[in-house]
């Protein structure tokens, strides 16, 4: 079982650096493509909740958000519960970018799944929620321990 642990890190580390090599073309960081794709995905997180599910310290999030905030790709707008929280959003100027971050990614998609049917695809997205799943309920668990 720890290979298979193993291996689907590895797998992640290698895609998520190809993604990176070829993300730095298009003038975005490893960093700032993460922080717009999650803000996406997620639009009006604070700026803790965004560094915890980008996996850094809070400060790290501010400095990208303040140069992508620099760039007018990204807003901070006050959360109308809580006078001293910012919730953060994408501008209209950072869908151009998302347009081809997301071709990128689709791109990259077909190359690594190649010779894989969409079944076999879907199968295994399947299976990593559940992976996902049984990581966080343990993650939960410890911290009810704790």
Same mark, same amino acid.
């Given at each position: 079982?720890?290979?298979?642990?193993?291996?689907?890190?590895?797998?992640?580390?290698?895609?998520?650096?190809?993604?990176?090599?070829?993300?730095?073309?298009?003038g975005?960081?490893?960093?700032?493509?993460?922080?717009?794709?999650?803000?996406?995905?997620?639009?009006?997180?604070?700026?803790?909740?965004?560094?915890?599910?980008?996996?850094?310290?809070?400060?790290?999030?501010?400095?990208?958000?303040?140069?992508?905030?620099?760039?007018?790709? $990204? !807003?901070?707008? @006050?959360?109308?519960?809580? *006078?001293?929280?910012?919730?953060?959003?994408?501008? #209209?100027? =950072? +869908?151009?970018?998302?347009?081809?971050?997301?071709?990128?990614?689709?791109?990259?998609?077909?190359?690594?799944?190649?010779?894989?049917?969409?079944?076999? $695809? !879907?199968?295994? @997205?399947?299976?990593?929620? *559940?992976?996902?799943?049984?990581?966080?309920?343990? #993650?939960a =668990? +410890?911290?009810?321990?704790?």
């Amino acid at each position: 079982m720890k290979e298979l642990a193993w291996e689907i890190g590895e797998t992640s580390r290698m895609m998520r650096r190809y993604y990176d090599r070829r993300a730095s073309a298009l003038g975005v960081t490893s960093a700032q493509w993460r922080l717009l794709l999650r803000l996406s995905r997620e639009p009006g997180l604070k700026q803790v909740e965004l560094a915890e599910r980008l996996d850094v310290e809070p400060i790290t999030a501010c400095r990208i958000v303040d140069r992508l905030e620099e760039a007018g790709l $990204v !807003e901070r707008q @006050r959360d109308p519960d809580d *006078r001293r929280a910012w919730r953060l959003v994408l501008t #209209e100027k =950072a +869908q151009p970018i998302l347009n081809r971050l997301r071709a990128l990614a689709e791109e990259m998609s077909g190359e690594a799944f190649a010779g894989m049917s969409g079944e076999e $695809v !879907e199968a295994m @997205r399947g299976k990593l929620a *559940r992976i996902r799943e049984n990581v966080c309920r343990a #993650e939960a =668990a +410890q911290k009810g321990v704790a």
